[in-house]
């Protein structure tokens, strides 16, 4: 599993409330990603970061927020949460860039309900 | 960034026979493509990756194909188990090459 968690696993949440999402590695990867994935859609990336505060929009970041301020975590902020982002979060990392290897490894996800 | 299309419809198969997947793409042809397996309740594992002069790839019972031309990549199972049910990804870089496009995946089912 890389290594990867992602807390908490399970969430139920009021629309308007503020929720964060927290990954976390072991392995000093510096390559994260955030992901949701819903039927109809499949995976679509929401954010990513290439380093330590360094991080770049995805296809689907309207309404998300990121930080990164140490190698390890990589959290993801619904300012305030809406019933369209009720999903599967995934966070995923790609080990060791500088080898060429550019699969990506995925942790167990995290199901929010945002009602 | 890429637009990828599976096979939306699940492809039901018995055991012990080839199952055969297929990704196409519609922009630039990659320098890679990856394919990944999703079991249900859990994130994708990363399966294969073929570059773009490699043609065909295996790793045990499976085998990938990339062919640049018809911008497709097809992924076979042979000798299929139940176990081998799942949802198939297949996923491209894109431009930079820091992030991946995901297809949306082709559910795979395989009847004892």
């Known amino acids: 599993d890389a290594g990867i968690t992602q807390s908490p696993r399970h969430k139920v949440t009021e629309t308007g409330t503020p929720v964060t999402l927290r990954c976390h590695q072991t392995e000093n990867h510096r390559y994260m990603y955030w992901y949701r994935q819903d039927p109809g859609h499949g995976l679509r990336l929401i954010h990513y970061s290439y380093g330590v505060k360094d991080t770049d929009k995805g296809e689907v970041s309207d309404g998300y927020s990121v930080s990164r301020s140490k190698t390890e975590d990589f959290l993801l902020t619904l300012e305030s949460a809406t019933s369209s982002q009720t999903s599967v979060y995934f966070c995923?990392?790609?080990?060791?860039?500088?080898?060429?290897?550019?699969?990506?490894?995925f942790g167990p996800g995290t199901r929010l309900t945002v009602t | 960034s890429q637009k990828i299309e599976q096979n939306s419809e699940a492809l039901n198969i018995q055991e012990g026979k080839t199952a055969t997947l297929t990704c196409n793409y519609t922009?630039?042809?990659?320098?890679?493509l990856q394919w990944y397996r999703q079991d249900p309740g859990r994130g994708p594992v990363f399966l294969l990756l073929i570059r773009e002069n490699e043609k065909e790839k295996r790793k045990e019972r499976l085998k990938v194909t990339f062919d640049t031309t018809l911008k497709q990549s097809l992924f076979h199972i042979t000798a299929s188990q139940p176990a081998d049910s799942a949802t198939y990804l297949c996923?491209?870089?894109?431009?930079?090459?820091?992030?991946?496009?995901f297809g949306k995946g082709t559910m795979l089912l395989v009847s004892p």
């Open positions: 922009n630039y042809s990659p320098a890679y």
């Open positions: 996923a491209l870089p894109n431009s930079g090459y820091s992030t991946l496009t």
């Open positions: 995923a990392i790609t080990p060791n860039r500088d080898t060429r290897s550019y699969e990506q490894y």
